[in-house]
């Protein structure tokens, strides 16, 4: 449920410039440890900014993708 100082809040950050996003971060950051929430180790915030950078990637031709970097770097050596 949004509340109507939620939605302030957000139009707030909305209108923020991208410079002074960060410090707001930083902030809010802080207080949340104020009200109990568990704090994160660094090993355990590291992991996260990991998940949030993680990308699907498709499937590989392993065999094909071996033989077109053998092709690149020594050229065609097929000899028939």
Do not use: C, W
């Amino acid at each position: 449920m949004v509340t109507v100082l939620r939605k302030d809040a957000m139009d707030l950050l909305e209108r923020m410039p991208e410079d002074k996003l960060y410090f707001m971060i930083q902030i809010m950051r802080g207080i949340d440890g104020l009200y109990g929430a568990e704090q994160l180790t660094a090993k355990e915030q590291a992991f996260e900014e990991l998940e949030h950078l993680r990308r699907r990637v498709p499937e590989l031709d392993y065999d094909r993708e071996l033989e077109n970097y053998r092709e690149e770097k020594y050229g065609n050596a097929d000899i028939s």
